[in-house]
T-cell receptor, first 112, second 113 residues
Framework: KQEVTQIPAALSVPEGENLVLNCSFT??????LQWFRQDPGKGLTSLLLIQSSQREQTSGRLNASLDKSSGRSTLYIAASQPGDSATYLCAVEGPGYSTLTFGKGTMLLVSP | EPEVTQTPSHQVTQMGQEVILRCVPISNHLYFYWYRQILGQKVEFLVSFYNNEISEKSEIFDDQFSVERPDGSNFTLKIRSTKLEDSAMYFC???????????FGPGTRLTVL
């Protein structure tokens, strides 16, 4: 059974700092990995999708990498802003099924 | 930009009552999903739906649950006899194809008293 772990569980940084969020998964035979943002009491906003054949994806100040063989992904946020404060979720699709398995998330607080 | 919508945003019900949660997926998407998130816990998969039938379901999705696409736009989750432990945020998601990006709605917060 696929398990997804995210560390750290919480992170507090001053504005402007670059930061890295980590995600690991137990079964490397995934189809893709998706990073989401969740604001308190709200839905999930898709940030980046990395297909299993890809190594990284970039969107603005966000860069996600995938090392499928070692079962790891990182989300790099450059020049963090208070508006980046949210919980960041990592989810993998597969193996063998077209559904997402989620980690518990990293709660990020960026202070002005 | 197209988005997944869900109604109601919050539903309060008594234990044992039936509830129907509604979702309107993105219009050209073919794959539909329900997930739930109990407060403080991980988002969990419930069921996926394609071509008017269930394609996958988790062990959470027992006989109390059912899904339906009653028309060309809505996708519903029915819980027949709610229990206290069904209290959670329920998310609908859709995808253009499988093994691709899933887009989530804002969720319905279900409170069972």
């Amino acid at each position: 059974k696929q398990e997804v772990t995210q560390i750290p569980a919480a992170l507090s940084v001053p504005e402007g700092e670059n930061l890295v969020l980590n995600c690991s998964f137990t079964d490397s035979a995934i189809y893709n990995l998706q990073w989401f943002r969740q604001d308190p009491g709200k839905g999930l906003t898709s940030l980046l999708l990395i297909q299993s054949s890809q190594r990284e994806q970039t969107s603005g100040r966000l860069n996600a990498s995938l090392d499928k063989s070692s079962g790891r992904s990182t989300l790099y946020i450059a020049a963090s802003q208070p508006g980046d404060s949210a919980t960041y979720l990592c989810a993998v699709e597969g193996p063998g099924y077209s559904t997402l398995t989620f980690g518990k998330g990293t709660m990020l607080l960026v202070s002005p | 930009e197209p988005e997944v919508t869900q109604t109601p945003s919050h539903q309060v019900t008594q234990m044992g009552q039936e509830v129907i949660l509604r979702c309107v997926p993105i219009s050209n998407h073919l794959y539909f999903y329900w997930y739930r998130q109990i407060l403080g816990q991980k988002v969990e998969f419930l069921v996926s739906f394609y071509n008017n039938e269930i394609s996958e379901k988790s062990e959470i999705f027992d006989d109390q649950f059912s899904v339906e696409r009653p028309d060309g736009s809505n996708f519903t989750l029915k819980i027949r006899s709610t229990k206290l432990e069904d209290s959670a945020m329920y998310f609908c998601a859709s995808g253009e194809t499988n093994y691709n990006e899933q887009f989530f709605g804002p969720g319905t917060r279900l409170t069972v008293l």
